[in-house]
T-cell receptor, first 112, second 113 residues
Framework: AQSVTQPDIHITVSEGASLELRCNYS??????LFWYVQSPGQGLQLLLKYFSGDTLVQGIKGFEAEFKRSQSSFNLRKPSVHWSDAAEYFCAVEVNDYKLSFGAGTTVTVRA | NAGVTQTPKFQVLKTGQSMTLQCAQD?????MSWYRQDPGMGLRLIHY???????DQGEVPNGYNVSRSTTEDFPLRLLSAAPSQTSVYFCASSFRTRTDTQYFGPGTRLTVL
């Protein structure tokens, strides 16, 4: 079955430092991959998505992600985090016809 | 354009009670879905709809019913609430293509005592 694994439950990063969140997927065909962010008490907002083409995808809020088929990974990165980036981040894969399977999420804490 | 709206924001029920969580969107999206979010488990799909009059089950449908009489509304019904249904519920919608973005509502936090 198609699935998504986010190995890191919680990451703490200093403001201004770089951030990388890991996502591994299990999927037989070419996956449609997504990263969402959830700020405390809010719904989910799409950061970026990958369907095909260039394996480095740019998103909103300065985030980017790289699709690596050989590693079955779709890691999210940001060169310099801001305190407002503290949130929970979810990786998701479309399993079929619009249905998304989500990872368990990674909580990011930003320290001053 | 309000996007995806959900009511109520918070709800406390007693075991065995029934209730309906409301979801509405004003973007003329064909696809709508309900997820529940539990700590350490991400979001899991409960039910979804690809258009008015068409619904189908997701990953965790037991104990929930849905209907889709209009394009705009997609209510989720809890038939007989159980403590295991304590969760945060999110509604989402999108246009009916695989590459379109799913827009999420703000969520309903439900506690079943």
């Amino acid at each position: 079955a198609q699935s998504v694994t986010q190995p890191d439950i919680h990451i703490t990063v200093s403001e201004g430092a770089s951030l990388e969140l890991r996502c591994n997927y299990s999927y037989g065909a070419t996956p449609y991959l997504f990263w969402y962010v959830q700020s405390p008490g809010q719904g989910l907002q799409l950061l970026l998505k990958y369907f095909s083409g260039d394996t480095l995808v740019q998103g909103i809020k300065g985030f980017e992600a790289e699709f690596k088929r050989s590693q079955s990974s779709f890691n999210l990165r940001k060169p310099s985090v801001h305190w407002s980036d503290a949130a929970e981040y979810f990786c998701a894969v479309e399993v079929n016809d619009y249905k998304l399977s989500f990872g368990a999420g990674t909580t990011v804490t930003v320290r001053a | 354009n309000a996007g995806v709206t959900q009511t109520p924001k918070f709800q406390v029920l007693k075991t065995g009670q029934s209730m309906t969580l409301q979801c509405a969107q004003d973007m003329n999206h064909e696809y709508m879905s309900w997820y529940r979010q539990d700590p350490g488990m991400g979001l899991r799909l409960i039910h979804y709809s690809v258009g008015a009059g068409i619904t189908d089950q997701g990953e965790v449908p037991n104990g929930y019913n849905v209907s889709r009489s209009t394009t705009e509304d997609f209510p989720l019904r809890l038939l007989s609430a159980a403590p295991s249904q304590t969760s945060v519920y999110f509604c989402a919608s999108s246009f009916r293509t695989r590459t379109d973005t799913q827009y999420f509502g703000p969520g309903t936090r439900l506690t079943v005592l």
